[in-house]
């Protein structure tokens, strides 16, 4: 099937490849949350998904693509700023009700 497919089917599967390779990958230990390659790799994946809809469009799809991308780039963005030391927005910190007594 892949033999025949275009390059935008191609990218789509490229883009699940790298959703689900950042997914095995947080949830085997191999890579965190905090982990700009996390970002990096879930903001690659939905470059090339949102490229591959050009050809197939899905609003509902591009609409989420974009999403997980804005979140990628903000989450990458984070993380890299605090590895170069600069001050980033700090969590809020939980209500008193949430800590153990």
């Known amino acids: 099937m892949?033999?025949?497919?275009?390059?935008?089917?191609?990218?789509g599967v490229?883009?699940?490849a790298l959703y689900a390779?950042?997914?095995?990958?947080?949830?085997?230990?191999r890579v965190t949350g905090d982990s700009p390659?996390?970002?990096?790799?879930?903001?690659?994946?939905a470059l090339a998904?949102?490229?591959?809809?050009?050809?197939?469009f899905n609003l509902g799809s591009v609409m989420i693509q974009i999403f997980y991308l804005a979140v990628s780039l903000a989450g990458l963005w984070s993380r890299l700023r605090q590895r170069?030391?600069?001050p980033t927005a700090a969590a809020p910190?939980?209500?008193?009700?949430?800590?153990?007594?």
């Open 84 to 86: 170069r030391g600069r």
């Open 49 to 56: 998904v949102l490229a591959s809809l050009t050809m197939d």
């Open 93 to 101: 910190a939980a209500p008193s009700y949430l800590s153990p007594p």
């Open 21 to 29: 390779l950042a997914y095995v990958w947080i949830s085997i230990g």
């Open 2 to 11: 892949l033999e025949r497919a275009g390059a935008a089917e191609l990218l």
């Open 37 to 45: 390659l996390f970002y990096a790799l879930n903001g690659l994946a």
């Open 14 to 16: 490229a883009g699940f």
